[in-house]
């Protein structure tokens, strides 16, 4: 079964501390991979996606990912947070061929300014 | 660019009672997707539509959930009858075209419809 999975549900940290979100994924095959992110009382939007190329990806607000195939990993990572970063974040994965996204559970962020 | 329209955003029901939830996805956007999000999870997905067609719905609870997308547009998902664990937030999400091609998988996600069963 296609599955997604993310660690450390609950991550609570002070502005200015960087920020690791750790995603795995158990597909094999080629896949594109997504992180979401959700701010309070907003919907769901896209953070960042790799599809191929640099396994560094750049995305939004100071975000990037980096895809390594052979753990199966696409980790989320921020240098400095802020106070508005407080959301939660899911990552997510389909497979070339393959309609479905699947989405781990998330990761629920909160910055203390 | 208008986003994706969702209604109602919140519903309170007794459990047997039926609800309906409405989307209307982005324009132009093909492909048409219901997910089910239950406190504390990430989204799944319940069904899936290109055009008017259904794609996949595969994990939809099709004893008690059934969805449409008559016209290619706008859809409605229905529960009946609604359990307890029906309680949710139920997302609607459009994109240009299928998730399975580089280049395409962006999803673009309403605010939700939520869901309590009582």
């Known amino acids: 079964a296609q599955s997604v999975s993310q660690h450390n549900h609950h991550v609570i940290l002070s502005e200015a501390a960087s920020l690791e979100l750790g995603c795995n994924y158990s597909y094999g095959g080629t896949v594109n991979l997504f992180w979401y992110v959700q701010y309070p009382g907003q919907h769901l939007q896209l953070l960042l996606k790799y599809f191929s190329g640099d396994p560094l990806v750049k995305g939004i607000k100071g975000f990037e990912a980096e895809f390594i195939k052979s753990k199966f990993s696409f980790n989320l990572r921020k240098p400095s947070v802020q106070w508005s970063d407080t959301a939660e974040y899911f990552c997510a994965v389909n497979r070339r061929g393959n309609n479905r996204l699947a989405f781990g559970k998330g990761n629920q962020v909160v910055v203390i300014p | 660019e208008a986003g994706v329209a969702q209604s109602p955003r919140y519903k309170i029901i007794e459990k047997r009672q039926s609800v309906a939830f409405w989307c209307n996805p982005i324009s132009g956007h093909a492909t048409l997707y219901w997910y089910q999000q239950i406190l504390g999870q990430g989204p799944k997905l319940l069904i899936q539509?290109?055009?008017?067609?259904?794609?996949?719905d595969s994990q939809l609870p099709k004893d008690r959930f059934s969805a449409e997308r008559l016209k290619g547009v706008d859809s409605t998902l229905k529960i009946q009858p609604a359990k307890l664990e029906d309680s949710a937030v139920y997302l609607c999400?459009?994109?240009?075209?299928?998730?399975?091609?580089?280049?395409?998988?962006?999803?673009?996600f309403g605010e939700g419809s939520r869901l309590t069963v009582l």
């Open positions: 539509f290109q055009n008017n067609g259904v794609v996949d």
């Open positions: 999400a459009s994109s240009l075209g299928g998730t399975g091609g580089v280049g395409t998988g962006e999803l673009f």
